[in-house]
T-cell receptor
């Protein structure tokens, strides 16, 4: 059974600070996704990474996929209150890379205050 | 493109009843998967359908079942509801088979409460 560890579980910071969330697995991912979820809503896809060492940027968010494809990180620069939410990493281990069966991390609950 | 839609958004049932949830994927997406989200267990994979065939199945009892129609719309059914089935049920669609490795994309979910 693949396990996906996410850290930290909770993060409370002030607006303008930087933060990094980590996602680690004991197995190699075929692809990895990062989502953000608001209470009572479905997860919203932020990024999909598939290549070891890949770095993707989405405005103030930077996503990195480890060279060995066993870990990933999400870095937010100058956090804003609108970044508040539950951040979830999710990986697929399907060798076909279809990304249709995800294993989710436990999530990082981020609170950004003024 | 319109996103993934799920109906109903909220549902209240009593123990022993059965329930059917519906999902319409993003146009052109042929893979539909279902997940259960609870505070204690997080997000867990239920099953995935592709071209009307179940391709993957998670570790849930046989009371949980699903199907997919020729237009890629999907339904999931839970029979003999238990209190522990109270959860947010999420549907996700993927552009599998298109060569586009991205997603899956989730719908807003159906909040099921079992009394």
């Amino acid at each position: 059974t693949q396990l996906l560890e996410q850290s930290p579980q909770f993060l409370s910071i002030q607006e303008g600070e930087n933060l990094t969330v980590y996602c680690n697995s004991s197995s190699v991912f075929s692809s990895l996704q990062w989502y953000r979820q608001e209470p009572g809503e479905g997860p919203v896809l932020l990024v999909t990474v598939v290549t070891g060492g890949e770095v993707k940027k989405l405005k103030r968010l930077t996503f990195q996929f480890g060279d060995a494809r066993k870990d990933s990180s999400l870095h937010i620069t100058a956090a804003q209150t609108g970044d508040t939410g539950l951040y979830l990493c999710a990986g697929t281990y399907d060798i076909t890379g279809t990304a249709s069966k995800l294993t989710f991390g436990t999530g990082t609950r981020l609170q950004v205050t003024l | 493109k319109a996103g993934v839609t799920q109906t109903p958004r909220y549902l209240i049932k009593t123990r022993g009843q059965q329930v059917t949830l519906s999902c319409s994927p993003i146009s052109g997406h042929r893979s539909v998967s279902w997940y259960q989200q609870t505070p204690g267990q997080g997000l867990q994979f239920l099953f995935e359908y592709f071209s009307e065939t179940q391709r993957n199945k998670g570790n849930f009892p046989g009371r949980f079942s699903g199907r997919q129609f020729s237009n890629s719309r999907s339904e999931m059914n839970v029979s003999t509801l238990e209190l522990g089935d109270s959860a947010l049920y999420l549907c996700a669609s993927s552009p599998v088979g298109t060569g586009w490795v991205v997603g899956p994309f989730f719908g807003p979910g159906t909040r099921l409460t079992v009394l």
